[in-house]
Nanobody
């Protein structure tokens, strides 16, 4: 299984980015896909998740209304649109996959597969 994330970068306050995560080696539609982030010196934290077929979403309160998760099962890709970026959004962003869970989870420990983190840096 591989999760390949892309789309990070250095941006200004208020800018937007679209992060992508392309999956291979798994039945993509059977997985809940999540985005997490980790700032220097902090623990990895939940950002958003999207279910496999119904496309239901859950967001962390800190990003709700600014970040939008979506997926294209035909392309085996999950996206995270990040708008109105703030300096506190600076972090390494990770995509992750959770196989057909009985319960939706914001806990990193629930996710079986992880992509390499991509850096998002927001300059004031």
């Amino acid at each position: 299984v591989q999760l390949q994330a892309s789309g990070g970068g250095l941006v200004q306050v208020g800018d937007s980015l679209r992060l992508s995560c392309a999956a291979s080696g798994l039945t993509f539609s059977r997985y809940v896909m999540g985005w997490f982030r980790q700032a220097p010196g902090k623990e990895r934290e939940f950002v958003a998740l999207i279910t496999g077929t119904s496309g239901d979403t859950i967001y962390d309160a800190n990003v709700k209304g600014r970040f939008f998760i979506s997926r294209d099962n035909a392309k085996r890709t999950v996206y995270l649109r990040v708008n109105s970026l703030k300096p506190e959004d600076t972090a390494l962003y990770f995509c992750a996959a959770d196989y057909d869970p009985g319960e939706l989870s914001a806990s990193p420990g629930s996710y079986e597969f992880w992509g390499r983190g991509i850096q998002v840096t927001v300059s004031a």
